[in-house]
């Protein structure tokens, strides 16, 4: 989740706004990044390509584009809305909520490469059930497949 975060002060903490677009090829797999270890935490941990930060003046649509462009390198063919979650999480010591926007995003395979090598060691195409079995899911990853698993198959 982005370090460009919308956030909204409140009495006791940050909400930010995030957008996690977890992109897929139109046959029943989805892309993953590994995170490397100049991310600010949960290093080496596999997330799905696509997400960030909501910046100041853009719409939460045109965030997940910018995300899935940013980070895959490629246009998204098709946008579909899954839902949102409240994120709660502990970060450099201090409480925050995140309001994450959640989105599955039909790309090219083909296009799809590391646009961001500093922050990704790797990208694996893998399909639902791969997804599910796999040990090192970033913490917030396995909560995003359990509440819209029916809408990724």
């Known amino acids: 989740m982005g370090r460009h975060a919308t956030i909204i002060n409140m009495e006791k903490g940050l909400i930010r706004v995030s957008v996690i677009t977890i992109c897929h090829d139109g046959d029943g797999k989805y892309l993953l990044g590994k995170r490397s270890i100049n991310c600010r935490d949960e290093q080496g941990k596999w997330e ?53 926007m959640d989105f599955r995003a039909l790309i090219d395979p083909a296009q799809a490469r590391i646009a961001e090598p500093h922050k990704c060691d790797e990208q694996r195409w893998v399909t639902l059930e791969e997804l599910v079995a796999m040990p090192d899911l970033h913490s917030q990853f396995p909560a995003f497949v359990e509440k819209y698993k029916q809408s990724l198959v």
């Open 48 to 100: 799905p390509v696509g997400g960030g930060g909501l910046k100041f003046g853009e719409t939460i649509e045109e965030a997940a584009r910018r995300e899935v462009k940013e980070e895959g390198g490629v246009e998204v063919l098709k946008l579909d809305f899954l839902g949102y979650r409240d994120v709660f999480r502990d970060q450099d010591g201090k409480n925050t909520h995140w309001l994450a």
